[in-house]
């Protein structure tokens, strides 16, 4: 009569063990369909990985520095500033623009206020500036402009204009010799030009390959035609989203002006 009792009551623990178990299991299945979506292959938002400044034609003017009236190279942010700061212009962006050789000279073509400064550079070399196509950045009566360096042609309405490379797009194709396996990386910038005439100046915040920058112009920021500038070196100044920075050892820059 004693051991009666005792199986059933271990037959409802273990019935119960069964039915708390399975709760639980049931908690974990729904658990992970609910939650999982939102953790795995969570993917970075690739803007989150760039500085991208759109140039607003209504409202900023822009403009290549090399040199200041008396021949002495501006050199850096700083220098910049305060040049135009004594022509009652105030800098509210400014990159480094484009490969220089020592001395800062730029490489390549370099036209600033309609004179020319550099000649166009046709030869073949070693490094990025060299890996063809490059390009030509310019801005002229008929608006800013990324073409093919073998298809430029002088025209007197070009105000400011400079050589670099390579093409990072060229009528929204990637630069045909950039491996999308590569592992060089570097910190990067570069501009780029949509099919309304928009530009765009971006600036990596981290180390990527050509092939991503490239890609980025393209399927992120829906651009046509951009040029490479440089890598290591490349700098911004923009203190409206706390990069004050004032610093740098460049060749040409590129800077915005308010209107």
Do not use: C
């Amino acid at each position: 009569m004693f051991m009666k009792p005792l199986k059933s009551t271990k037959r409802i623990i273990l019935v119960l063990f069964f039915v708390a178990l399975g709760i639980l299991l049931s908690f974990f299945v729904f658990n992970k369909e609910s939650v999982a979506p939102q953790l795995e292959g969570k993917q970075v938002d690739p803007l989150e990985e760039y500085y991208v400044f759109w140039l607003n034609s209504k409202e900023h003017q822009v403009a290549f520095y090399w040199k200041d009236e008396k021949g002495a190279i501006l050199g850096n942010f700083r220098n910049l500033r305060s040049y135009l700061e004594d022509r009652d212009k105030e800098l509210i962006f400014a990159m480094n623009g484009g490969i220089f050789d020592p001395g800062g000279i730029p490489k390549g073509l370099y036209i600033q206020k309609s004179q020319t400064y550099q000649e166009i550079d046709l030869r073949g070399g070693e490094g990025n500036f060299y890996l063809q196509p490059n390009g030509i950045f310019f801005l002229s009566n008929e608006g800013p402009k990324i073409i093919e360096t073998s298809n430029y042609q002088e025209e007197d309405s070009i105000e400011f204009a400079l050589q670099s490379g390579p093409l990072l797009l060229e009528n929204r194709v990637i630069h045909p010799e950039f491996n999308p396996e590569s592992e060089s990386r570097f910190v990067r910038n570069g501009v780029g030009i949509n099919e309304k005439g928009d530009v765009v100046f971006v600036l990596s915040k981290k180390r990527v390959t050509l092939h991503e920058f490239a890609r980025f112009f393209k399927e992120d920021l829906k651009v046509d035609d951009a040029l490479y500038l440089d890598g290591s070196i490349s700098r911004l100044y923009w203190p409206e989203m706390g990069l004050p920075f004032l610093g740098g050892d460049f060749g040409v820059m590129v800077g915005i002006t308010s209107n």
